[in-house]
């Protein structure tokens, strides 16, 4: 049902959009800069063809968030045979219980007969296991060209436990579900055990947005609320405050329509909860969200209101920048998901042009990032939908469009996508279509909306 949906969603979006007329440019621009193909080798690792199959002109900002196709946008990188998405979904699928032991990528990928020669450092920087900044910098830099097989070595000793939280294909979301039910047998786990396994059960199933995984998720949450009714003496503080932060973000994505004031409420008192268990991070997680829902909700904001909001959400990202410690992923990942919070709630209060600019600091923060350390490329769904919404309501609606095209290729691209702001897509696409006197296909991407569980940003409401 829901690659149906963003398919007919995309092939309405598709006559806006300029996206095969830019990958037709690709091949005469990277010409034009390295040369014919068959001089090529690849900026990180030196291969070349016949060694590899192919060495292709990677877009460095990709065409999928609006990146050009010029020569300074263009570096050749090899292509390997396998789909690293799918390569890496095999791994994890079939080592994420044992990737807490430190098992690294290369030996998974051994143990499964693949050969990390056949994975191309194209596919690498697709994956996101090879930050932007560091594609970058090697463009301005062509003589280093073919001199840093250090980069792509580093990806391959990258242990399973930082890509399995990160990366998250669905499958392996389904996977883990299944191994955190098992896990709930065990008569040996302690009472505080056993309600953190059930809330990370709804945790995974809330992340896979499917109405069947939906009603698992709430199902687990009636239960453990009815269990702290008698129980709660026994359960950490910082557990339950995690656990309403669960409830909250259930109650945001419904397969009806989202209980805001139900979520606003659970968010404070997970405040009031991480709080009193000294949780200074949980804290400002939910600070966030509560900020992000009570942006939602408002049918207006004013510039007191504005201020207010933006003061909390200030607060909690002192808090996440004084918590990044090396490998703190949550905390570098939360402030940038906090960037984009802020500039939705910039877009509700009508300040376009703030927004635009918090949108680019997002990006520059993102594109140094690998999965590693907190990039996810769910993240530039979001930020392609905020600047869509930025974009329409300065009356850009060609680049508001085009945006919307780009991030439904984001969603299609691979396996595991995350499918939080896909309604969001199709609400804003509604309503430039409206905009532009379009009525027909405003009502057709109206449709498609209705049919779609609800997204996350709440910028664009049915």
């Given at each position: 049902?829901?690659?149906?949906?963003?398919?007919?969603?995309s092939?309405?979006?598709?006559?806006?959009d300029?996206?095969?007329?830019?990958?037709?440019?690709?091949e005469?621009?990277?010409?034009?800069?390295?040369?014919?193909?068959h001089?090529?080798?690849?900026?990180?690792?030196g291969?070349?063809?016949?060694a590899?199959?192919?060495?292709?002109?990677?877009?460095?900002?990709?065409?999928?968030?609006?990146?050009?196709?010029t020569?300074?946008?263009?570096?050749p990188l090899?292509?390997?045979?396998?789909?690293?998405?799918?390569?890496?979904?095999?791994?994890?699928?079939?080592?994420?219980?044992?990737s807490?032991?430190?098992?690294?990528?290369?030996?998974?990928?051994t143990?499964l007969?693949?050969?990390?020669?056949?994975l191309?450092c194209?596919?690498l920087?697709?994956?996101?296991?090879?930050?932007?900044k560091?594609?970058?910098?090697?463009?301005?830099?062509?003589?280093?060209?073919?001199?840093?097989s250090?980069?792509?070595e580093?990806?391959?000793?990258?242990p399973?436990?930082?890509?399995?939280?990160?990366?998250?294909?669905?499958s392996?979301?389904i996977?883990?579900?299944?191994?955190?039910?098992?896990?709930?047998?065990?008569?040996?786990?302690?009472?505080?055990d056993?309600?953190?396994?059930?809330?990370?059960?709804?945790?995974?199933?809330?992340?896979?947005?499917?109405?069947r995984?939906?009603?698992m998720?709430?199902?687990?949450?009636?239960?453990?609320?009815?269990?702290?009714?008698?129980?709660?003496?026994?359960?950490?503080?910082?557990?339950q405050?995690?656990?309403?932060?669960?409830k909250?973000?259930?109650?945001?994505?419904?397969?009806?329509?989202?209980?805001?004031?139900?979520?606003?409420?659970?968010?404070?008192?997970?405040?009031?909860?991480?709080?009193?268990g000294?949780d200074?991070?949980g804290?400002a997680?939910?600070?966030?969200?509560?900020?992000?829902?009570?942006?939602?909700?408002a049918?207006?904001?004013?510039p007191?209101?504005?201020?207010?909001l933006m003061?909390?959400q200030?607060?909690?990202?002192q808090?996440?920048?004084?918590?990044?410690?090396?490998?703190?992923?949550?905390?570098?990942?939360?402030?940038?998901?906090?960037?984009v919070?802020?500039?939705?709630?910039?877009?509700?209060?009508?300040?376009?042009?703030?927004?635009?600019?918090?949108?680019?600091?997002?990006?520059?923060l993102r594109?140094?990032l690998?999965?590693?350390e907190?990039?996810a490329?769910?993240?530039?769904?979001?930020?392609?939908t905020t600047?869509?919404?930025?974009?329409?309501?300065?009356?850009?609606?060609?680049?508001?469009?085009?945006?919307?095209?780009r991030?439904?290729?984001l969603?299609?691209a691979?396996?595991?996508?995350r499918?939080?702001?896909?309604?969001?897509i199709?609400n804003?696409?509604?309503?430039?279509?409206e905009?532009?006197?379009?009525?027909?296909?405003?009502?057709?991407?109206?449709?498609?909306?209705?049919?779609?569980?609800?997204?996350?940003?709440?910028?664009?409401?049915?």
């Open positions: 049902m829901k690659v149906t949906l963003l398919r007919e969603l092939k309405l979006l598709e006559p806006f300029d996206l095969m007329r830019e990958r037709r440019k690709t005469y621009n990277a010409k034009a800069a390295f040369g014919p193909r001089n090529w080798k690849c900026a990180i690792c291969r070349s063809m016949p590899v199959p192919l060495i292709a002109a990677a877009h460095i900002t990709p065409l999928q968030e609006c990146g050009s196709t020569q300074e946008n263009l570096i090899c292509e390997g045979i396998r789909r690293f998405c799918l390569t890496l979904a095999s791994a994890l699928d079939l080592f994420s219980p044992q807490d032991s430190g098992m690294l990528l290369r030996t998974a990928l143990t007969g693949m050969n990390a020669d056949e191309g194209h596919k920087l697709d994956g996101g296991l090879i930050s932007r560091q594609i970058r910098q090697l463009r301005t830099n062509t003589n280093g060209w073919g001199k840093h250090g980069i792509r580093a990806v391959f000793d990258t399973l436990c930082k890509l399995n939280s990160e990366y998250s294909p669905s392996a979301r996977r883990t579900l299944a191994r955190l039910k098992r896990t709930l047998k065990d008569s040996a786990l302690s009472p505080a056993w309600f953190n396994r059930r809330r990370e059960i709804i945790s995974a199933a809330r992340r896979l947005t499917s109405i995984y939906l009603k998720a709430k199902r687990h949450s009636n239960e453990l609320e009815v269990y702290l009714t008698s129980r709660a003496d026994v359960i950490p503080l910082k557990s405050s995690q656990f309403l932060y669960e909250a973000l259930l109650f945001m994505i419904d397969d009806k329509e989202p209980n805001l004031q139900a979520a606003i409420n659970a968010l404070e008192k997970s405040c009031d909860l991480a709080t009193q000294d200074v991070l804290w997680m939910s600070r966030l969200e509560w900020v992000h829902a009570s942006t939602w909700a049918t207006e904001i004013t007191e209101y504005f201020d207010q003061n909390h200030n607060e909690a990202i808090i996440l920048i004084r918590h990044r410690e090396p490998g703190l992923l949550l905390a570098i990942r939360w402030q940038l998901n906090s960037l919070h802020r500039a939705e709630l910039e877009v509700k209060a009508g300040r376009m042009d703030a927004a635009l600019a918090t949108i680019k600091c997002a990006k520059e594109d140094k690998t999965v590693t907190g990039w490329e769910f993240q530039a769904v979001h930020l392609n600047e869509a919404a930025a974009c329409a309501l300065k009356s850009d609606f060609g680049r508001s469009l085009k945006l919307l095209s991030g439904l290729v969603m299609q691979g396996v595991g996508k499918p939080e702001g896909y309604k969001d199709a804003c696409a509604a309503w430039v279509f905009q532009r006197g379009n009525s027909e296909l405003a009502g057709s991407v109206r449709s498609i909306a209705d049919r779609m569980v609800d997204g996350r940003s709440g910028l664009w409401r049915s």
